[in-house]
T-cell receptor, first 112, second 112 residues
């Protein structure tokens, strides 16, 4: 089946620890995205990548880092510099030249 | 800058009643507009989109939306609500070829 997978579904971390969220797609999409979702705030863009080995900051990139070494993978690292990391994180992808983003199932990160 | 405003963070309807979710947009260029649905602890699923052409757009699950340029609106409707329609709904506008701007979301509750 083609789609976007995110793992793990639930993640707990202690304050001061870095953590990496996985996002993989087998849709052969060119662009990939990371969003953060908080109650009542909709989705806010963290980072996006249009092609391999290139990515751009979104609206709330501070405290996060990404890499795009392979077309199908776009991992997000939440660093200890992120002040309030507890949130639901969504990955999305899009074929180049089209207008629709498709979303993964999300990872819920809780900082203890 | 392109943005959307969703009027009403919560909507409660009776089963069988009309569902109406309001979305107004701001865009300096002809907009591409989207409605997504999110069930609890899941990713977003595309309901429908407007790009060009017919202003009344039909989507999945019996939903439709009408693009009204004069009112800068893209309201989502469904004639008869079903219990399975209980979810959160997001309106979004394309910022450019690669980015979307999302509204804050509207949670729909369906009463038996």
């Amino acid at each position: 089946d083609g789609g976007i997978t995110q793992s793990p579904k639930y993640l707990f971390r202690k304050e001061g620890q870095n953590v990496t969220l996985s996002c993989e797609q087998n849709l052969n999409h060119d662009a990939m995205y990371w969003y953060r979702q908080d109650p009542g705030q909709g989705l806010r863009l963290i980072y996006y990548s249009q092609i391999v080995n290139d990515f751009q900051k979104g609206d709330i990139a501070e405290g996060y880092s990404v890499s795009r070494e392979k077309k199908e993978s776009f991992p997000l690292t939440v660093t200890s510099a992120q002040k309030n990391p507890t949130a639901f994180y969504l990955c999305a992808s899009k074929r180049g030249g089209t207008d629709t983003q498709y979303f993964g199932p999300g990872t819920r990160l809780t900082v203890l | 800058a392109q943005s959307v405003t969703q009027l009403g963070s919560h909507v409660s309807v009776s089963e069988g009643a009309l569902v109406l979710l309001r979305c107004n947009y701001s865009s300096s260029v002809p907009p591409y507009l989207f409605w997504y649905v999110q069930y609890p602890n899941q990713g977003l699923q595309l309901l429908l989109k407007y790009t060009t052409g017919a202003t009344l757009v039909k989507g999945i699950n019996g939903f439709e939306a009408e693009f009204k340029k004069s009112e800068t609106s893209f309201h989502l409707t469904k004639p008869s609500a079903h219990m399975s329609d209980a979810a959160e709904y997001f309106c979004a506008v394309s910022v450019n070829d690669y980015k979307l701007s999302f509204g804050a979301g509207t949670t729909v509750t369906v009463r038996a």
